[in-house]
């Protein structure tokens, strides 16, 4: 049974920063992508961070230069970094794990930047 556990969303103040991490098990986690996605209310889901199998990294614009993925496959844990949290940063965010036709889904956790 595939599991995305995630963990470290909260409420933070503007500025302020947060570390989302995601715990998977049930799959070959080296072999996948793993993601990072967020869904503001009344909006669609985004992508905000990737890393690849091989270690390599997208983000979204709106994200550049303030949050950071990494990735631990010995831990089989994906982590988000988020520094300068912005109010529009608001969201739940979703671990994302994918390889070919696989594609799963953490159950989100609550992000909430405000003062």
């Known amino acids: 049974q595939v599991q995305l556990v995630e963990s470290g969303g909260g409420l933070v103040q503007p500025g302020g920063s947060l570390r989302l991490s995601c715990a998977a098990s049930?799959?070959?986690?080296?072999?996948?992508?793993m993601g990072w996605y967020r869904q503001a209310p009344g909006k669609q889901r985004e992508l905000v961070a990737r890393i690849a199998a091989d270690g390599n990294t997208n983000y979204a614009d709106s994200v550049k230069g303030r949050f950071t993925i990494s990735r631990d496959n010995a831990k089989k844990m994906v982590v988000l970094q988020m520094n300068s949290l912005k109010p529009d940063n608001t969201a739940v965010y979703y671990c994302n794990a994918k390889l070919m036709s696989n594609n799963y889904w953490g159950q989100g956790t609550h992000v909430t930047v405000s003062s």
């Open positions: 049930g799959i070959s986690f080296s072999f996948y992508a």
